[in-house]
């Protein structure tokens, strides 16, 4: 592999690393289990179990990152869940 070759491959890395934020989800004592569930299942597009997991992370332990992914990516889903009554943020 040429010495350019490799510095374009580690900044495509670099790039991917970079973009990367989270969707941080947080708890609360307004909302059921069941409603948090039906939220990550249709705005974040989790699988029941995966959803299911990522509720109860929230309740034990406070928080969760529900997914990863760029600013961009996460902004609608972050605005989405707020709309339905939900605490989160992108970082």
Request: glycine share 4%.
């Amino acid at each position: 592999m040429s010495e350019e070759t490799e510095i374009q491959e580690k900044k495509k890395i670099l790039e991917k690393t970079v973009n990367r934020h989270g969707l941080i989800l947080y708890n609360d004592d307004v909302n059921t289990f069941d409603h948090v569930i039906s939220c990550l299942m249709r705005i974040c597009s989790h699988e029941l179990i995966q959803a299911e997991q990522c509720a109860w992370l929230v309740h034990q332990r406070g928080r969760c990152k529900v997914k990863n992914g760029s600013i961009k990516e996460l902004r609608a889903m972050c605005e989405a869940l707020l709309e339905n009554g939900l605490t989160a943020q992108i970082e």
